[in-house]
């Protein structure tokens, strides 16, 4: 799966989408993005602690090869000499697995699922509430929320509309993006998705004569 770009073009193309989907609706949907919905550092520790572990382990049968080695290289070995080797040596390679962790496919390997599905949800409540889309006069807010390392789209709908369209009926749209991701067509099928979203909210709330913009229109670019 490519990693997700957004140029000036998409950035407008979708802005635009959603500006076309609220002229239907008094509902507001807000559209939001981020690399990684956390940074999993202590999984990644873990991870490198382990993965030192192991080398240690399997370095312990190779002792004696190692004690005759330093042997040849100080005249005044010490038993001090393997402490330090093994010591150093086991730093190292636990630096090194903690940087690679960092990689975003590593974290795919090393972190739980349900853990990422549970940052992932956290991540769009918390900005759920702070941009907004849970203060609507109406209470008619949605955020579609995309978290690129977890590769996972939550679409999040305020009191006034979940009482109204069950999330089953949500679930078709987010696997609509999920796939144009997958796809390298995020873009044209976020088009879409913000779509029939516009249809389903006109459903059940029509646009009204004193109706207000009360969100962003664009792709809210989360830094953390």
């Given at each position: ?38 940074n999993?550092?202590s999984?990644e ?9 192991v ?5 312990m ?31 190292l ?9 960092n ?7 090393i ?6 599905r ?7 409540v ?29 679409l999040?709908?305020d ?24 796809d ?31 969100l ?9």
């Open positions: 799966m490519a990693k997700i770009a957004f140029d000036k073009d998409s950035l407008e193309t979708i802005k635009k989408s959603v500006q076309e989907a609220e002229s239907k609706t008094s509902g507001e949907i807000a559209v939001a993005f981020t690399r990684e919905s956390d999993y550092a999984y520790l873990i991870f490198a602690v382990i993965c030192g572990f080398y240690f382990t399997v370095m049968f190779f002792t004696g090869a190692i004690e005759s080695r330093l042997q040849s290289m100080f005249w005044d070995y010490s038993v001090d000499h393997l402490l330090i080797f093994f010591g150093f040596s086991t730093f390679v636990m630096a090194l697995f903690y940087l690679l962790a990689l975003s496919f590593i974290d795919r390997l972190v739980p699922g349900k853990v990422f549970r940052k992932v949800n956290q991540r769009a918390r900005h759920f509430m702070e941009s907004g889309t849970s203060h609507t006069r109406d209470r008619t807010g949605i955020l579609i929320f995309i978290s690129e390392l977890e590769r996972r789209v939550e999040l709908a009191t006034g509309i979940s009482e109204k369209i069950e999330q089953s009926q949500w679930d078709g749209i987010i696997n609509l993006i999920v796939q144009g991701i997958k390298g067509q995020m873009t044209e099928n976020l088009v879409q998705a913000v779509g029939q979203c516009g249809n389903l909210l006109a459903q059940h709330f029509p646009i009204q004569p004193d109706d207000v913009n009360e962003k229109d664009g792709v809210h670019i989360l830094e953390n």
